[in-house]
């Protein structure tokens, strides 16, 4: 009777603390688009709002040279918002990213390989009209789709002419592959299959580190969580799998009360167990592991609110995930990562155990699964 | 590498030859000490390995030293890394042997 009055109170405070940190964070962050695209004039430039998305550029004798467009683009993490300043006969003169909820990593790769100068010298209708002529930056595919199609999406509202919304879901071999490897971590959990889990379970750690860790580098993070919470959703017309994993996860948690995804889909679970094979490792029992346990829930607690607050999911990004399947990521990253590995050698799962944000939030979720159950078993 | 100095560069080199001979015959040492019976092919493995460590570190630290330090760093993180596992999978391989024996 205690244990289930302790979760329902840990399972309400912690929501509630949630919430007042989203709603802090969404009345923080609403800033003037205006002062936005004005921070990027130039001494002595003036402008002139033709609509929300397109301003008249005026030089220091008020004559008109060229307009900036502005638009937003679905990112990984949030919309982000984009400028772009053309000459008057609509040439892309240069291009500025205003707003951005990206992690800074995959962010700073695209700065790197100037992908923002890959647009100058490109008329604006070319781009709307599906000029291929700049690729995305590997490794960053989806803040580089959702750049240029902000600046499409801002030409296209800013001339008034007609934007391409129609709703459309598809799916591939990624949204198969995600299926399988969550069928799999079912037929785990299956008594008939006992005889077969552990060829099961190296079979999707296998596919888990090859496909989700390597090919699609999806893994699930912490601020994947927050971008749902915040109700941001991914393109379900390319980028379902994104949606699917999250779902999945917290469903199955939901529903049997295992977390089916850290120990057979995750591909850094995977990753460690691999290692941990190579090694021979064995299971690290610390006499104070419920106290490590509530430090690392405390973490992942800490950084959620510090994610709302600053309405911002990437500040939430501590995982070493990144670094692993992209090699980008801060040198601490870099660093957790590699005593991460080395301790895998010898210890069993270090990360998922004691550092891995994910494991608090599926803990949270079976927290709030048992107070549920407990308050209809009454 | 020490460009002020003509007696830094000699001497840092000698001191690697030192080490490295140090660590390859207290490497001979210990094997035979822990009763592990190597052959051609075992040695080749080894030295196999401790030749790409030396490779990934040098080269890392050239790079670092080429003003290239997000390449410098990855060139010793990445690859490694994967020495280290490399390493960890050769001990349990050759040491295997052992615990064969002391079972028997």
């Not at chain 1, 002595?44 to 998305?53: K, P």
């Not at chain 2, 210990?30 to 009763?35: H, Y």
Request: aromatic share 12%.
């Amino acid at each position: 009777m205690k244990n289930k009055i302790i979760d329902s109170i840990i399972v309400l405070s912690v929501g509630f603390v949630v919430i007042i940190a989203a709603v802090t964070g969404k009345i923080i962050a609403e800033k003037d688009d205006l002062k936005l695209i004005g921070s990027i004039l130039k001494p002595g430039e003036e402008l002139q709002a033709v609509n929300n998305n397109k301003h008249i550029l005026f030089d220091e004798r008020g004559e008109a040279y060229g307009f900036i467009y502005s638009g937003e683009g679905r990112g990984y993490n949030g919309k982000l918002r984009v400028a772009a300043v053309s000459d008057t006969t609509e040439v892309i003169k240069s291009v500025q990213v205003l707003t951005n909820k990206e992690t800074p990593s995959f962010i700073n790769r695209l700065f790197r390989r100037n992908f923002l100068a890959r647009f100058e010298g490109i008329r604006f209708s070319e781009l709307a009209a599906g000029d291929k002529s700049v690729d995305a930056v590997a490794g960053a595919t989806i803040t580089s789709s959702a750049i240029k199609e902000a600046l499409i999406l801002g030409f296209t509202a800013g001339e008034g002419l007609q934007q391409n919304n129609n709703f459309n879901i598809s799916a591939g071999w990624p949204e198969l592959m995600v299926l399988l490897l969550f069928l799999i971590s079912a037929l785990i959990s299956v008594k008939k299959f006992s005889a077969a889990r552990k060829y099961l379970l190296w079979a999707s750690w296998t596919l888990s580190v090859i496909f989700l860790g390597f090919v699609l580098g999806q893994p699930l993070t912490l601020p994947r969580f927050i971008t749902l919470f915040t109700g941001y959703l991914p393109d379900p017309g390319g980028e379902l799998y994104i949606l699917l994993i999250p779902v999945l996860a917290v469903g199955f948690i939901l529903i049997s009360g295992k977390n089916n995804y850290c120990r057979s889909v995750c591909p850094f679970g995977a990753t460690q167990e691999i290692l941990g094979a190579i090694g021979n490792a064995s299971h690290m029992r610390l006499k104070r592991f419920r106290l490590v346990k509530y430090i690392q829930w405390g973490i992942t607690l800490l950084a959620v609110v510090l994610a709302l607050v600053m309405n911002n999911p990437s500040v939430a990004e501590y995982s070493v995930f990144g670094a692993f399947f992209q090699l980008t990521g801060t040198a601490l990253i870099f660093i957790l990562l590699l005593l991460s590995i080395i301790m895998s050698l010898f210890f069993r799962r270090p990360w998922c155990n004691y550092l891995c944000p994910v494991d608090g939030v599926m803990a949270y979720f079976r927290t709030m699964r048992r107070a549920v159950i407990s308050i209809f078993k009454r | 590498m020490f460009s002020n100095s003509n007696i830094l560069g000699p001497l840092f080199w000698i001191i690697m030859g030192v080490l490295y001979m140090v660590f390859i015959t207290g490497l001979v040492v210990w094997l035979k000490d822990l009763n592990i019976k190597m052959n051609w092919w075992k040695w080749s493995l080894v030295l196999l390995w401790f030749i790409l460590l030396s490779i990934i570190i040098a080269g890392g630290f050239t790079l670092i030293g080429e003003n290239e330090m997000r390449a410098g760093l990855l060139f010793i993180a990445v690859p490694g890394a994967v020495m280290i596992v490399a390493g960890v999978a050769l001990s349990r391989f050759l040491f295997r042997n052992r615990h064969e024996k002391q079972n028997n």
